[in-house]
């Protein structure tokens, strides 16, 4: 059968033992941080893919997209409602109000943003209904005074449902006994976790119960919007803005939460650089490797040459060598890589039930596990570098073997 000589004396000397097994050792070593560096660079990666579409799906998924208010309580949110939809933008559009308050119960008090809405249509604008552990968002009831908390606001307030809890607003009413805080008792009605900062400080009441709490009159204090495109809600929203008739500020979750989703995204390419750095280390050993390898076989060379072989074959030779390195090394690394990638949540949820600890506290993280999403091209673009590298690393030392002199290196033979 033909074989290329350039291919098949490069794999004859990769596969040969060494009579120097130093040599063997920093081959297998340069092999070994290879595979471990693509390894851990897709998994790294995966990770802060997860982040970022948990980010997208629970939190995005929660809160709104983007806001319309008017310069106070809109008199027709009805209007305005019918309105923004008419854009092609918006999927959805449902009335709201927001506030700052406290919750009591248990003996604990827990800061909470409180939010009135409209059941039937905060479900098409939220992903609350898909989270509910106990109850329903149709059990808010206009006159009830209803509450639906969180699920870390319930464990740290000992709630469950039917319970009541007092509301205490940051605004102050005169009575005849003083100045006493605005305040009202609720009952749980349900109790919801999507995985993130927001179980321990987002409530829903009905929109009717909050208007008569925060006293706007029976108004919405704005409207929220559902787009299609996260990243297009500035520019919806300010277009929406535009059909209506009067003055109107807009919002969107680039002011809320922008911060937090830039910061996933620095983080995710500058931990990518720092990792990809050390693929490049563990590939240019090849270079070291590959160097004792030409110094180890320069009788071997002189006598290639003085049989006819070409400075150039010389040089693919020794480039196969290196080549076989890098390329196994890629290969090895990314299968573990995918398959870390793909059982990382699982396994660090089985380390948690072992060792009894949670490393990701939703009290201090936008979540309470660590997600994964291996993404193929991320998989492509790593491999690719890590060959890439692993064929630059080589041509030195195959250049440096092309240049051997036969009969220097012979004369002491």
Do not use: C
Request: aromatic share 8%; glycine share 10%.
């Amino acid at each position: 059968m033909f074989k290329p000589l350039s291919l098949y004396i490069g794999l004859r000397y990769t596969a040969a033992k060494r009579r120097n097994h130093f040599i063997s050792f920093i081959s297998l070593t340069s092999m070994i941080g290879l595979m471990l560096g693509v390894a851990v660079l897709i998994i790294v990666l995966s990770v802060m893919n997860g982040f970022d579409r948990e980010l997208k799906q629970r939190i995005l998924g929660m809160v709104p997209h983007a806001i319309i208010e008017g310069v106070g309580p809109l008199p027709d949110w009805q209007e305005v409602d019918r309105r923004v939809e008419e854009h092609p933008r918006i999927l959805a559009a449902a009335p709201f109000i927001q506030g700052q308050g406290m919750v009591t119960g248990g003996g604990n008090v827990r800061g909470v943003m409180l939010n009135g809405v409209l059941p039937e249509q905060e479900k098409t604008v939220s992903i609350i209904e898909n989270h509910m552990v106990e109850g329903s968002i149709d059990d808010l009831v206009s006159g009830e005074f209803g509450i639906i908390v969180g699920k870390l606001m319930a464990a740290s307030l000992r709630l469950e449902i039917g319970d009541r809890v007092t509301v205490v607003l940051p605004e102050a009413s005169v009575t005849p006994a003083g100045v006493l805080p605005r305040l009202k008792r609720f009952t749980v009605k349900g109790i919801f976790s999507v995985g993130a900062e927001l179980d321990g400080n987002y409530t829903l009441i009905h929109m009717e119960d909050a208007a008569k709490l925060m006293r706007t009159g029976g108004k919405a204090q704005g409207v929220r919007l559902l787009v299609d495109d996260l990243f297009a809600a500035p520019k919806v929203a300010e277009e929406a803005a535009r059909l209506l008739d009067g003055r109107y500020y807009i919002s969107d979750w680039t002011r809320t939460h922008g911060n937090l989703f830039q910061a996933i995204r620095m983080e995710k390419t500058m931990i990518g650089l720092l990792l990809m750095f050390i693929v490049a280390v563990a590939a240019f050993n090849i270079v070291s490797t590959l160097v004792m390898v030409v110094t180890d076989k320069t009788a071997d060379i002189a006598i290639l040459r003085t049989m006819g072989a070409t400075p150039g074959r010389i040089m693919r030779i020794f480039i196969v060598q290196g080549a076989v390195i890098g390329i196994f090394g890629t290969l090895v690394g990314t299968t573990l890589g995918v398959v870390g990638a793909l059982n990382i949540s699982a396994f660090i949820s089985w380390l948690e039930g072992v060792l009894g600890h949670q490393f990701l506290n939703a009290n201090v993280y936008f979540i309470s596990y660590l997600p994964s999403q291996l993404q193929w091209v991320d998989v492509f673009i790593i491999s690719g570098a890590g060959l890439a590298m692993s064929l630059l690393a080589t041509i030195y030392p195959a250049w440096r073997a092309s240049r051997v002199d036969p009969a220097e290196a012979l004369r002491y033979e």
